[in-house]
């Protein structure tokens, strides 16, 4: 395969390291494995990654590291990092931890929620809805999440955030690769039904809406049929990358003296 057509990076490895910072590398390969595209157990390898996106080793190592941290992968001291393997038996231990906690996240907030937070909350609902009507699931899974975040942002307690964080990230994947795409709807309608109740002040209301939400979320899951010889790693990739780029660049200046 031709990399560099299908990259189009300059041949310069400054000028290429220069325009591809951490965060859009990681951009790329979050979307990949929030998407699904990368089967359970595929090596992450340093040098690969480094010449796909024509970074140094260094850059891609605080990337996997990140990836590692937010539970996207999975990071093995002296072998390397590797696509998670999310575990459905897992799912029924972490969604019951999040509704005791989100029950009383809800809870506190149906009482002491104010208009900034309800504009924050509203604002981000309006962007779930057009990330559902793009088609956008990496976007939509990432929103989705968000939303259980600021909800524990909202009640400004430090661990209570820190707990989401961990309990959100270790629902992520198993969103990621065992919800239907068809999902999406669903958890658009749950999160308004939650917003609903915390709006009208209604402590129960809030604290059923949400511990409804999450044990759907939980049913929804099932595997997914997966391709009998899925697509190799660097087609992924490449793939993902000229997207990427396609969002990020500004479109290129007509030509001087063009009609």
Known sequence: MDWKAVRAVPSNGEAAQAEMDEAAVHAVLARVLLDGRVPAGTKLGEHFLAEIFGVSRERVRKVLHRLGHE?????????GAFAIAPDL?????????RRILEGGIVGHLATALDDAGAARLAAHLAAEDAAMAAGD???SIRLSAEFHSILADLTGNVLIRRQMQELVARTMMLVAFFEPDSSVACQCAEHRAVFRALSGRSRAGAVRAMTTHLSLVETRLRPRV????PPALDEVLLEALAAWRARTEPAAAPARGAA
């Open 226 to 229: 997966c391709e009998t010889v």
């Open 71 to 79: 539970r996207l992968i999975t990071v093995e001291k002296n072998r």
């Open 137 to 139: 699931r990496f976007t």
């Open 89 to 97: 038996e897992e799912a029924r231990m972490v969604y019951e931890a």
